[in-house]
């Protein structure tokens, strides 16, 4: 039981370029989100879903896409990358069950742009 | 204002001190509250959560809810090295708000022995 398993750890890109961040879950868990967290800024939601097809956008959508074709998998897209995506980013996974609301994160993928 | 405001530290305190840790927020819609903690190059991990406004207990740390001030607090008795992390705190709206949650900036705790 992995919970939640993001790759890759660490990447650094040029300007312009663009990838996938890829999460994986096998909690069964219906809601899923990407946040990215810069130094002393704690973290803010970039986009999330809540089942298999079901997006929107979070508090910092722009230069970044998602999609969810699965419950199991939810990748981050970035098309052009800027230096103002040089940031950590976390999957998350929630139940969705009443009354629990914890969340639970992945490692991380630390993302440099030069 | 910030929903979620948190004093960012960071606070360095010998061991074996009681560690008071706090935020303020101010959207009242907030139902759940949780402290995260993430040591360095970690994920977050819940480490206490509360509904609603009271005290919660789980051995070292107590977790505190006032919603009529609109502000939270975790204690941490007894400290130990281990302690030494980043404290996030979270809130969210629930259900209703598909449980996402709105952070604080979080507070770097350093424990020295």
């Known amino acids: 039981n992995a919970g939640v398993t993001q790759t890759p750890k660490f990447r650094i890109l040029k300007i312009g370029q663009s ?3 890829q999460c994986a879950q096998d909690m ?28 929107d956008k979070g508090e910092v959508p722009n230069g970044y896409n998602v999609s969810r074709s699965t419950t199991e998998d939810f ?13 950590v ?4 996974t929630a139940s969705g069950q009443v009354g629990n609301t914890e969340a639970f994160f992945g490692q991380g993928t630390r993302l440099t742009v030069v | 204002q910030k929903e979620v405001e948190q004093d960012p530290g ?17 959207n009242s819609a907030f139902q759940y509250f949780m402290w995260y903690r993430q040591y360095s190059r970690k994920g977050p991990e819940l ?30 008795r007894d400290s130990q090295p281990s302690d030494s992390a980043t404290y996030l705190c979270a809130m969210t709206k629930g259900r209703v708000s598909n449980y996402k ?5 979080g507070t770097l705790l350093t424990v020295n022995p």
């Open chain 1, 19 to 21: 990838m996938t961040l």
């Open chain 1, 28 to 55: 069964n868990h219906n809601y899923m989100y990407w946040y990215r967290q810069d130094p002393g800024m704690g973290l803010k939601l970039i986009y999330y879903s809540v089942g298999a097809g079901i997006t």
């Open chain 1, 75 to 87: 990748p981050l897209r970035l098309e052009l990358a800027a230096p103002s995506q040089t940031s």
């Open chain 1, 89 to 92: 980013y976390f999957c998350a």
């Open chain 2, 10 to 26: 960071p606070l360095s305190v010998p061991e074996g001190a009681i560690v008071s840790l706090n935020c303020t927020y101010s």
């Open chain 2, 47 to 76: 480490l206490m959560y509360t509904y609603s406004s009271g005290n919660k207990e789980d051995g070292r740390f107590t977790a505190q809810v006032d919603k009529s001030s609109k502000y939270i607090s975790l204690f941490i």
């Open chain 2, 101 to 105: 949650l709105t952070f604080g900036k």
